[in-house]
């Protein structure tokens, strides 16, 4: 068979231009393999972009609450999403105001300038002076007075009533633990009790319950003593220090029971018993005074300045008031009795326990106005005098 030279160099192009043609395939398709993964690292990039910018932008919002935009926006700028973090995290912990404790230097270089760059970022979050742990009952007895008056400064409502009833839970729980256990501790060798609480301990359980008592009863965030010129003239402090000496003799005898506060507060409430009771009789004697002015027909009336009973109402009714809290802690009312006189109380609403009386009450009694005149006590017609 002859050979045929045609066809062999016609099946060789052919070949060849097949093997050129799959080099050129595999060549196109490295290319395009390589322009699909380059799209995708570009578009992980972008994703990456997104998400750091939407990091970065949430950063500087939180910041900004508390130092200001432009500030957060250099802080996350110089010292990137984890040193910003860090700093927004110490904002959120500070314990104070954090916006007016801070001092940040003045930016420079712009917006974004270096002011920041060259100095430790958390050397800038104001230093804050933590107290040690508790490690006496006393110590725990002070840091539960200031946490109840951090609660009476609270703003009425039921925020301020679920912390009061979430405090009242854990104290109950402390003073169980410590009854159990602290009579037995107090006894020395001889069989005598020692003190519990050092002097300055003592002194300082009873400001602090005087604080909370003047917040109690007058709303006013503050110790007593920056409140006490403009409450002149009233039984806001005399009453307040009576109620603190009550709250000071219960809490002792829940726990400690440390005969030394024991007489300190009892003696505190004979102080602050003297001052009610001055001011409660100038009442009495300013109202029944009015009693016998001409053409008197039941309505009295007072000047703003004048010392002025809070109400004057049946003693029944007052009685119903007191058992249900519906009175004004620190006033003074006069209750018409059914013999024809007036007794002058004081209400406290808290229970007595400085009271000789063998069924204590939540209110002082100061005197018993005796011979008015029937003719005018039927008169005198029941009254709440506002300021």
């Known amino acids: 068979m002859a050979f045929n030279f045609g066809a062999f160099v016609g099946g060789l192009s052919e070949s060849i231009s097949e093997d050129i043609q799959e080099a050129q395939d595999r060549e196109l398709k490295f290319e395009l393999m390589a322009e699909d993964e380059a799209t995708k690292m570009r578009l992980a990039s972008a994703s990456e972009r997104r998400t750091r910018k939407a990091t ?40 104070g105001d954090f916006s007016a404790a801070i001092q940040l ?20 979050i104001p230093s804050q002076d933590k107290p040690d742990d508790p490690t006496t009952h006393a110590d725990w007895e002070l840091r539960w007075l200031d946490e109840e008056l951090t609660i009476a400064q609270m703003t ?6 679920k ?33 519990f609480y050092t002097n300055d301990q003592r002194e300082k359980i ?80 300013n109202f029944h005074s009015k009693l016998y002015e001409q053409g008197f027909d039941g309505s009295i009336t007072f000047e703003r300045k004048d010392k002025k009973p809070t ?23 006069l209750l018409k009795t059914d013999s024809g006189t007036l007794k002058v109380v004081t209400y406290l609403g808290f229970t007595d326990v400085f009271s000789n009386a063998e069924n204590k009450t939540k209110y002082l009694t100061h005197s018993n106005v005796t011979g008015i005149a029937p003719e005018i006590f039927n008169k005198i017609k029941e009254n709440n005098f506002d300021d």
Not at 105 to 124: C, R
Not at 311 to 333: C, H, P, Q, R
């Open 56 to 95: 970065q932008d949430k950063l500087t919002q939180g910041l900004a609450a508390y130092i200001g935009a432009d500030y957060a926006g250099a802080i996350v700028k110089q010292h990137g999403v984890a040193g910003a973090e860090q700093f927004l995290s110490a904002a959120q912990n500070y314990d």
């Open 311 to 333: 109400g004057v109402m049946n003693e029944i009714k007052f009685n119903t008031l007191a058992d249900s809290n519906m009175l004004d802690i620190g006033g003074v009312y």
């Open 206 to 285: 009873l400001k602090t319950q005087r604080d909370i008592a003047f917040s109690t009863l007058t709303g006013f965030a503050g110790a007593r003593e920056l409140s006490t010129q403009e409450r002149a003239g009233t039984n806001v402090i005399s009453v307040s220090d009576y109620i603190a000496a009550i709250n000071t003799y219960n809490q002792n005898a829940q726990g400690p029971n440390d005969e030394n506060l024991t007489n300190d507060a009892t003696a505190a409430a004979t102080a602050a018993l003297q001052s009610t009771n001055n001011f409660a009789e100038q009442v009495s004697i």
């Open 105 to 124: 230097p003045e930016l420079k270089n712009g917006v974004f300038g270096g002011d920041f760059a060259s100095k430790p970022l958390m050397s800038l």
């Open 163 to 195: 912390a009061k009833e979430t405090h009242q839970s854990k104290l109950e729980k402390y003073y169980k633990l410590v009854a159990d256990r602290e009579a037995a501790k107090r006894k020395d060798d001889t069989g005598e009790d020692k003190p």
């Open 156 to 161: 009425d409502g039921a925020e301020k009533t």
